[in-house]
DNA sequence: GTCATAAGTGTATTTTATACAGTTTGCTGT
DNA sequence: ACAGCAAACTGTATAAAATACACTTATGAC
């Protein structure tokens, strides 16, 4: 079943449960949501995050993962759960329990055929338009929830490609905290914790002189998790 | 249908919602949760959370506070969504996810008897019991989530009495970070944070001396979060 | 070869966290 | 009545972390 149809096929008297995908993805310097134009009732030409009910013999994390593999061709996502949306009237068709999930992508590795066949567009966040039922709320819970995590934990790099210069973190940041950040001191905490590899590759995009290239050190982090290491990143 | 019996009544080929919650006090200096034995096939026997199919005109999270009134007669109570557990095989018995939410109640406030009735026992955090389905790593999310909503967020006071001294609020971050902290510093930073009204009587079962009592400044809180401030308890 | 532009570097100051030990209070027991 | 006890309470010095701030370097374009 395409999402765009789960609603041909409800009965008023069953609980069903949905998930729904907000999907960040970071561009030219801007934080991105990719979100979806209805084409069928109810709400046709609304804009919707998109999402699928939860199938009887699949993961509600497995749901999130193939609609998100259905649209965007990606697999190997960062994707976390967000919250279960339980309010008995948020969908005013039918009972249903949505469990947004929310996912980093890489912007630059989707599959753009595939989206667009399916109304996709990116939005900068603060150039949302109005959508449809709660989606709106669980953007902005996501978020809060994106901001905060980013402290603590390093999924910003889930959203830059897999070589990225320090500018580039830093403006990734930058939208992620919606502040400026001083070079500096951000250049200076992020060697100290230690989760960047150093390349012998310059990007040279942006300045005749070019940036330094830098991979995130998985092994390492790893490693410090283990050890109970705590990070704050900028 | 009292939580109990919900398995009476399951098919096989519907998808079910359920919430189960997740019940933190405080009491002698030890965090303790509040588990149920169950007294119905499946798992006869086996100590569990307790919870409760969600109905189709409630709210998922009317659902927990009901279940919460059922077993405490406690209304009022801080309670959070902690996460939705969505496996497709979490439970043997038929398809249901759960939603797990987190309460923390004054262990002096609840009903004993209506809790007694219901096979309710508390237990201290490191001596658990083990427990059915997936319940224990709820309760492994939730303690985790504690400690870190713990850190900026001031709810260690929905554990403790209206009124409260500061040796026993130290006691409780002690508990849920599972660290000794120093008196000292843990009352310097609280006092600076202005979230205390101290009263001007003295809680005197501890010691000979006695303890000045202080109340939650809620209203202060309230102004200081609208303000951004940031905090950090001990 | 000079101009423009982004990349890159270091230090001083302030703020916050940590470590640490002695005094006060008021009941208890003799 | 007074010595003993136990918990409540207080202050300061040190270390660590966050912040503020300005110039030099590299390189392609003209």
């Known amino acids: 079943m395409t999402p765009a149809l789960k609603d041909l096929y409800v009965q008023k008297d069953k609980m069903y449960v949905a998930t729904d995908c907000i999907i960040f993805g970071f561009d030219a310097g801007k934080l991105k949501l990719l979100v979806f134009k209805r084409r069928v009732e109810p709400f046709l030409g609304t804009w919707s995050l998109i999402g699928s009910f939860v199938r009887m013999e699949e993961d509600v994390s497995e749901a999130a993962k193939r609609v998100l593999t259905e649209i965007t061709g990606l697999d190997n996502v ?69 901001k905060r995590k980013a402290r603590y934990q390093p999924i910003g790099f889930e959203l830059l490609p897999e070589k990225f210069t320090i500018p580039q973190l830093q403006s990734l940041y930058e939208a992620i905290y919606q502040k400026k950040l001083d070079d500096r001191n951000f250049r200076k905490k992020l060697m100290t914790l230690g989760l960047l590899i150093k390349l012998n590759e310059k990007d040279k995009t942006t300045s005749r002189r070019g940036a330094f290239l830098y991979k995130f050190d998985y092994d390492n982090y790893q490693k410090l998790v283990k050890s109970g290491y705590n990070f704050e990143i900028a």
């Not at 009972?95 to 753009?112: G, H, T």
């Not at 667009?116 to 669980?138: C, I, K, R, S, Y």
Request: net charge negative; proline share 3%; hydrophobic share 40%.
């Open 78 to 146: 960062f994707m976390e759960q967000l919250k279960a949306y339980g309010m008995a009237d948020r969908d005013p068709g039918y009972r249903c329990v949505s469990i947004a999930q929310f996912a980093l992508i890489r912007i630059d590795d989707y599959d753009k055929e595939l989206t667009e066949e399916h109304g996709a567009h990116w939005f900068e966040l603060n150039e949302l338009p109005e959508l449809v039922l709660d989606h709106g709320q669980m953007v902005e819970d996501a978020m809060a929830r994106l």
